[in-house]
């Protein structure tokens, strides 16, 4: 009867140590695991802040995977840093304020209308122009549309004024469309 008491005990302290262990083992792999994403996270926080303005879109995207990763504060703050710095793309070579912007239908272009009087169609991937600006007049452009095919690109001028053209180059282009009545372009209500 001692014997088996005995026994009892010790499974029971058995059972008790490994338990223990376990939970032990548990905590120390959950440990671990946090303190790698932390030091995941503040390696992508270092990117970042190596990155700067150079590239905001990698620097968005890296901000968001520390925040993933670990949402500490500074994770946070690097996602704040982020969202402040400037644009995604910056479209320059403008002597006015531009007034209109537009993709294509199929995504791949973008055109700008500008109160220097320029239309400028930009490729999209590249972030780069294409060709050099239409222009017609030095009147301001104040809006631009593309066709639903995106092989026709319109521009509405001050006067409401709205030149139709066949995209590039600016040869292509037809006269003016002067609205009938007001509220009326060439006999098609808008």
Known sequence: M?????LIAFLLALVVGLASATVLAVRAGQQAAHQRDVA????LISEIENLGDTDPTISSLL?????R????????????????????AILSGYNGTVNSVVFSPDGKTLATSSGDGTVRLWDVATRQPIGSPLSGDTRAVYSVAF???????????QQNDLVVGRGHPPADRQPPLRPQRPGQLGGVQP
Do not use: E, T, V, Y
């Open 2 to 6: 001692r014997r088996r008491q005995a």
């Open 40 to 43: 995941a996270s503040g390696q």
């Open 63 to 67: 901000s968001i995977a520390a925040w």
């Open 69 to 88: 990763i670990n949402p500490a504060s500074a994770a946070r703050f690097a996602m704040l840093a982020a969202a402040a710095r400037p644009g995604i």
């Open 147 to 157: 066709s639903p095919d995106g092989k026709m690109l319109a521009r509405q001028h």
